[in-house]
């Protein structure tokens, strides 16, 4: 089951239609994945799911029911991309702040702060106030205030960013963790290999339409181009053969793309019956990055303003 | 419910427990109090005995004017002139008409004597003239008026060479001033302080953090009655503290000055409307007499409830204008200019609203809810119900009450649309746009 529906959703400011009738699903407990460029409608969207905006048209389903923002709210974490905290708090009053706003009873939030302070290594942190702490470790602190009331429903835009690789790894490794307990995580970005890195699922929005919907799998099968790397001992001369076109050459292999009806055997076929040694041979997918190129490569870089008749 | 507390409390401590609450809190009675002891000090020692030459003709005054070897000493001289009485010592001539019910008396000074000696002249004077005519006459109603009008007579006593004003504004006239002021300053003070905040939690981006679990109505409602319990505390912490220091004063004041004090507390007690020169002989009446003659809980509650209303009804617009302002602190100067300039005018107002409360500037002033906080609190001490009836007074608090809940109402829509808009300044233009799209 779902855990949340998109159902025709529209939200129209006045000068643009941020989001446009906007459909889709997230299976509960994946890890799902919601690029678009930059003002493609991506905030407007995670605002109008968290209960900050409400929808012109369409509606939001929340683990089957109607989206009930002053109930559902406490089952959702939100960690916006424009994100802060009180500079002049103390980490632990804000974290517990926080929780308790989320609806948390003080001792059960105290307890869950420190659970997360003691894996966060965070622990010696407690009295200090925010504007000591560095961009990396405010992050991690607002990560922590973003997961600790046991939402069904994690919603990170652009959790990474400031983060160093170190960092990174452990807020991944807990992204993971929950959603093996059966969190659901949306996660916002258009940082291309983060998303192949983690997500299931994934949604490409681009001036307020969906644009593709999918499978990582299924997605990069779609956009697939039959495209092939053979590796060698030595490189062969190439003759004019009818299965296969050179796209290019890459240190000891070869790039190759299938000609239409033929198959990978055809080409394996060919250098086998010519007694050349081959080392590898494999499948190229496209990355996502290209994909998300190639899909928004055309349009306008930066939405253009433009009269709403409503 | 829950959360606009959890709010609020988080809004209330973070402000008390600030250091400069606190040193705000404490150390401003405390430099009243040295200011009050300064100047009582100053005022004692600085203190001068005048001598006043007293020409006159009537052996009556000869006999009846007493000297106050404190204040005035009478000296009666023929040999005195306007030309060389200063040469001779006196501070001033006292010119005594023979025929007192249709002269006038005349004092010359080249300086304006000091109100002290001036309203014990007037006090001796009238004295005179009073106890001569009863008596002269046995009292019946026509002779109670004709005293009346003698005493006016004397009382038009006036000063040739320097016109003496009106020293003392009045006790009621201060007490009206000084609220109306601490109203348009308290006004000023925690509605900037609801403006930083909001302004805060737009640049360092903890706005959505937020909304994304509270309403922002939540939000700004929160921060606006933590911060007026903040206002609230500080004021009462203050009422209290100045109350403690005014009966604790005489302890920091020489003793001689206390006994001065007493002095003149005594004479005060036999001339009603009598005044006192300095700010510290004020103070010092205001702890032994004006508590008696000042309606002290009725201003107090009215003050509170005007200061409450007054705030409200200008921090939901103090928010409103900090959700929209960006990083550049000069956005808000214009913003903020629409909203100040009703305060200050209603401050300019207060001075001629307290003068002439019955006018049509102090009605309306008072009735409006963007002035009535500051000009209502400057009638309500000349009196309800002789300068203020009831009428007005709770007329006036139910626009203020209502005037807030419409203002709250207007300034939660543009806060709702502002606190989330980065990186862009917005018009008000654009705010009334927002009010009226949701």
Redesign the interface.
């Known amino acids: 089951m779902p855990i949340l529906e998109i159902q025709n959703l529209k939200k129209h400011f006045a000068t643009q239609k941020a989001v446009d009738d906007i459909s889709f699903e997230v299976k509960k407990g994946s890890i799902f994945g919601l690029l678009g460029p930059n003002g493609a409608g991506k905030t407007t969207l995670l605002r109008m799911i968290t209960g900050i905006f409400y929808p012109d048209e369409g509606q939001i389903l929340f683990d089957g029911k109607i989206f009930d923002p002053n109930n559902d709210v406490i089952h959702i974490g939100y960690m916006p991309e424009e994100r802060g905290l009180y500079k002049k708090m103390k980490i632990g009053e804000q974290a517990l702040y926080l929780a308790q706003l989320k609806g948390l009873k003080k001792d059960e939030a105290m307890s869950q702060i420190k659970e997360w302070f003691v894996k966060f290594e965070m622990q010696s942190w407690w009295n200090k106030k925010v504007e000591d702490l560095s961009k990396g470790m405010s992050q991690k602190l607002q990560f922590v205030t973003t997961v600790l009331h046991h939402p069904k429903l994690i919603i990170l835009d652009e959790p990474f960013s400031g983060l160093d690789p170190v960092n990174s790894n452990l807020i991944k490794d807990e992204i993971y963790k929950l959603s093996e307990k059966g969190c659901t995580v949306i996660f916002s970005t258009h940082r291309m290999e983060q998303v192949e890195e983690i997500c299931d699922h994934i949604v490409l929005v681009n001036k307020g339409k969906k644009i593709l919907d999918g499978s990582l799998n299924q997605v990069k099968n779609d956009f697939k181009e039959s495209l092939f790397s053979i590796g060698f001992e030595e490189k062969p001369l190439l003759k004019g053969n009818i299965a296969f076109e050179l796209i290019g050459t890459k240190d000891q292999s070869y790039i190759i793309k299938i000609k239409e009806g033929f198959k990978p055997n055809d080409v394996l076929n060919y250098f086998l019956s010519s007694g050349i040694q081959i080392n590898s041979f494999h499948e190229i997918l496209p990355s996502l990055n290209d994909i998300f190129i190639k899909l928004v490569e055309g349009t306008p870089l930066t939405r253009q303003f433009q009269p709403i008749n409503s | 419910m829950n ?1 606009i507390f ?2 609020i409390r ?1 809004e209330y401590l ?1 402000r008390v427990k600030n250091k400069t609450f606190l040193l705000t809190t404490f150390l401003l009675p405390i430099v009243f109090l040295l200011f009050i002891v300064g100047s009582t000090f100053l005022a004692v020692k600085s203190k001068t005995v005048d001598t006043i030459a007293v020409i006159t003709e009537a052996n009556l005054f000869k006999q009846a004017l007493k000297s106050d070897s404190t204040i005035v000493i009478f000296d009666f001289t023929h040999s005195v002139t306007t030309d060389n009485y200063l040469y001779k010592g006196y501070s001033g001539i006292l010119r005594i008409p023979s025929d007192s019910s249709h002269q006038k008396f005349v004092i010359e000074s080249p300086k304006t004597l000091s109100m002290e000696t001036m309203d014990y002249i007037k006090w001796q004077i009238n004295n005179v003239i009073e106890n001569n005519m009863l008596k002269q006459l046995r009292i019946d109603e026509n002779v109670l008026d004709s005293i009346s009008t003698a005493s006016e007579n004397a009382f038009q006593l006036t000063n040739e060479l320097t016109t003496g004003e009106e020293a003392n504004a009045g006790l009621a006239y201060g007490v009206g001033f000084g609220s109306g002021i601490l109203i348009y300053l308290t006004m000023f003070i925690f509605g900037a302080m609801v403006m930083r905040g909001v302004m ?2 737009k640049t ?3 706005a ?7 309403k922002p109505f939540q939000l700004m409602m929160g921060k606006i009655i933590g911060i007026a319990a903040v206002g609230l505390t500080q004021l009462v912490l203050w009422i209290l503290f100045i109350i403690l220091l005014l009966s604790a004063v005489q302890l920091f004041i020489p003793s001689d000055v206390v006994e001065q004090f007493k002095q003149i507390q005594e004479m005060q007690q036999q001339l009603p409307g009598g005044s006192s020169n300095t700010v510290a002989f004020e103070l010092l009446q205001a702890k032994a007499t004006f508590i008696s003659e000042v309606n002290w809980s009725l201003i107090i509650s009215c003050f509170l409830f005007y200061f409450l209303g007054g705030y409200l009804f200008y921090a939901s617009l103090f928010a409103a204008v900090g959700s929209v302002i960006n990083e550049d602190p000069q956005e808000a100067q214009s913003l903020m200019l629409p909203i100040t300039l009703p305060i200050i005018f209603a401050f300019i107002m207060l001075a001629p609203s307290i003068e002439n409360p019955d006018s049509s500037l102090a009605f309306w002033g008072s009735m409006i809810p963007f002035t009535s906080p500051i000009i209502m609190m400057g009638r309500i001490a000349n009196g309800v119900p002789e300068a203020v009836p009831y009428w007005q007074l709770f007329l006036s608090m139910i626009l203020l009450i209502g005037g807030f809940i419409l203002t709250t109402w207007f300034a939660g829509k543009i806060y709702r649309t502002g606190i ?1 808009l ?1 990186g862009k300044k917005a018009s008000w233009k654009e705010m009334i ?1 927002w009010i009226r ?1 949701s």
């Open positions: 959360k959890i709010i988080r973070t805060e939690e360092n981006r903890i959505e953090v937020m909304v994304s679990s509270v989330l980065y746009k799209r």
